[in-house]
Each structure stands twice: as C-alpha cells, then as structure tokens.
C-alpha cells in the first residue's frame, strides 16, 4: 500500500501491529504509545517532515477512545483532571503547532528537542521508581486483583484543590499547579505531536504524587480532546502561508491503520493495567524513554 504524504510503501499490516504493541505497554500509563510511534515513523520508515507529528496527532484520535472506554467503565476516570488538563494543554497544543512548523522542520533539530523531552520524563520515573516514594502503590498482583476498591470515589474540586479518594487513600493536588503544568505539557505535546495529554501521567506521578492507576484515564482523555484539536489545526495550516512547500496535513493513511492498531492495544492495555504492579509500569517506560532518547542525542 502506498502512503503518498508520508511517501513510503508499506504492507497494510506493518503499522497496527507496531501500533497495537506499543500501545499496550504504555497505556497502561496513561499514554497513548505516539511518543514512542513518532520515533518509529522517523528513525524506521523514514517520514520526517511535520506532516509526522500531526500524523501522530491522528493516531491519537483513532487510538485513544478504546482505553477511555475501559478506565470509565472500571471508575478510574477522574474527571475534573481531566477538564483541567485539557484547559491548560489546549492552548499549549495550538502554540506547539506554530513553533513546529516555523522553527523545527529540520528532522536533525526536531529529534534533538524529541531526546531532550523523552529524557527528562524518563529520569523522573527512574527517581521515583528508586525511591519508592509511592510504596502504597507498590502491591502484588494478586492484591490488586482482589481489591474491592480499585475505584476511584469522593471526588471534590474547588478553586484551589483537587481531591479524591483511591484504594483508601486521599490524594490532592493543587488546581492551579495542575493547569500551568498542563500549559507547559501542551505546548511540548504540540511540538512533537502526541497531545497535550500524552506525556502528562509521569509528571503527575513524580510531581504530585498521584497513583499511575488514577491518572491514566484523565491523560488519555487530555490526549484525545487536544489531539483533536491538534489535526484540524494542521490541516487548516497546511493551506496557508506557513505551510510553504512542506508536509504539514496528517498522512490520513497512515494515521488510520496506526490507530486501528493503537485501538486495539490501548483497549488491552486499559483493561490488563489493575494486574500490573505500579513500579513494573513505571519501569517499562522509563526504559522505552531511556532507549528512544539517547537514540536520538548520541546517534542521531
């Protein structure tokens, strides 16, 4: 099959099944696999121009609506989170968009500001994973299957705090943290192309000190609200000046048989989270990080 922006030709199984894998690891840390997706569609197929990040952004659309599904359905969303990640990722996500086009079209320059973002999330998941600061999360498999309370109950927002109830603990977290934190997320989340909400859950991990169970859902959520945003954006950019002779409009071929895949594997991922340990999720990321940035800082 051919994919004319992205200008590859491709088996038409190849990208879900790539989707599918990586999605299913890292949605059960509240993050659609697209960080992880971009490099692939660089660094492996060879699509480098910024039509890959809005391409990214598609996926996220297709992709992310699967896990939402399962965390509402199992009462792990909590919504006012979400609403505050989305009020303070979307105008992030919009200026992220700009600065991508006019000042990261090179692909040597964009995987630089990919690496420094991938290792900076990774060594704060490596920091918290060492120094078990959340050791309440860390319970065994069968524990958590057990668990009568694996919900989310009593949640309350106000001006100036989040708060709720999980597993018999109280969790707060300053409102206007949340939101500026969510300006600054958004904005690099546009740059690269994966949604305001995307790389949100380990900050809310290692900052706040929120359970990685609890925060998955309201970042996919994020992710898919800003995503959307994030297309139709693109497309409308793709006509206008800006654009000039670059790819900016999402490969929709591409993008499509990505998040069919990505579908699938965020809906496994959700459903497969409560038996994983919090510390064995955390780890897996902070390697996939660790892997993909250094990739591109030292061998790029």
């Given at each position: 099959?051919?994919?004319?922006?992205?200008?590859?030709?491709?088996?038409?199984?190849?990208?879900?099944?790539?989707?599918?894998?990586?999605?299913?690891?890292?949605?059960?840390?509240?993050?659609?696999?697209?960080f992880l997706l971009l490099p692939f569609q660089v660094s492996v197929l060879g699509f480098d121009s910024p039509a890959v990040s809005s391409t990214n952004h598609l996926f996220n659309v297709i992709a992310i609506p699967s896990g939402i599904y399962r965390f509402v359905k199992e009462g792990r969303m909590v919504w006012p989170l979400t609403w505050l990640v989305v009020i303070g990722t979307l105008?992030?996500?919009?200026?992220?968009?700009?600065?991508?086009?006019?000042?990261?079209?090179?692909?040597?320059?964009?995987?630089?500001?990919?690496?420094?973002?991938?290792?900076?999330?990774?060594?704060?998941?490596?920091?918290?994973?060492?120094?078990?600061?959340?050791?309440?999360?860390?319970?065994?498999?069968?524990?958590?299957?057990?668990?009568?309370?694996?919900?989310?109950?009593?949640?309350?927002?106000?001006?100036?705090?989040?708060?709720?109830?999980?597993?018999?603990?109280?969790?707060?977290?300053?409102?206007?943290?949340?939101?500026?934190?969510?300006?600054?997320?958004?904005?690099?989340?546009?740059?690269?192309?994966?949604?305001?909400?995307?790389?949100?859950?380990?900050?809310?991990?290692?900052?706040?000190?929120?359970?990685?169970?609890?925060?998955?859902?309201?970042?996919?959520?994020?992710?898919?609200?800003?995503?959307?945003?994030?297309?139709?954006?693109?497309?409308?950019?793709?006509?206008?000046?800006?654009?000039?002779?670059?790819?900016?409009?999402?490969?929709?071929?591409?993008?499509?048989?990505?998040?069919?895949?990505?579908?699938?594997?965020?809906?496994?991922?959700?459903?497969?989270?409560?038996?994983?340990?919090?510390?064995?999720?955390?780890?897996?990321?902070?390697?996939?990080?660790?892997?993909?940035?250094?990739?591109?800082?030292?061998?790029?």
């Open positions: 099959m051919y994919f004319p922006v992205a200008e590859l030709e491709l088996s038409p199984f190849l990208p879900p099944l790539v989707a599918c894998c990586i999605s299913f690891f890292t949605s059960m840390a509240g993050v659609s696999g697209a105008p992030g996500v919009l200026a992220g968009v700009l600065i991508r086009i006019t000042y990261l079209p090179s692909p040597e320059a964009f995987k630089i500001f990919v690496g420094l973002v991938l290792l900076y999330i990774g060594i704060k998941l490596v920091l918290d994973v060492a120094q078990q600061r959340h050791s309440r999360e860390q319970k065994t498999t069968n524990q958590q299957s057990k668990s009568t309370t694996f919900a989310i109950s009593d949640t309350r927002l106000t001006w100036k705090s989040l708060h709720y109830t999980f597993e018999g603990h109280t969790y707060q977290a300053n409102t206007f943290s949340i939101i500026s934190l969510s300006l600054i997320v958004g904005l690099i989340g546009g740059i690269y192309g994966i949604g305001g909400g995307a790389i949100i859950a380990p900050f809310f991990v290692t900052i706040f000190g929120l359970p990685i169970h609890t925060v998955a859902g309201a970042s996919l959520m994020g992710t898919f609200i800003t995503s959307a945003a994030g297309v139709v954006f693109f497309q409308i950019l793709s006509s206008s000046p800006l654009a000039a002779m670059q790819q900016i409009a999402p490969d929709y071929r591409l993008g499509l048989l990505f998040g069919l895949g990505g579908a699938v594997g965020i809906y496994l991922g959700a459903r497969a989270q409560r038996f994983f340990p919090a510390r064995l999720i955390k780890t897996i990321l902070a390697a996939a990080l660790f892997f993909t940035a250094i990739k591109y800082l030292f061998f790029n």
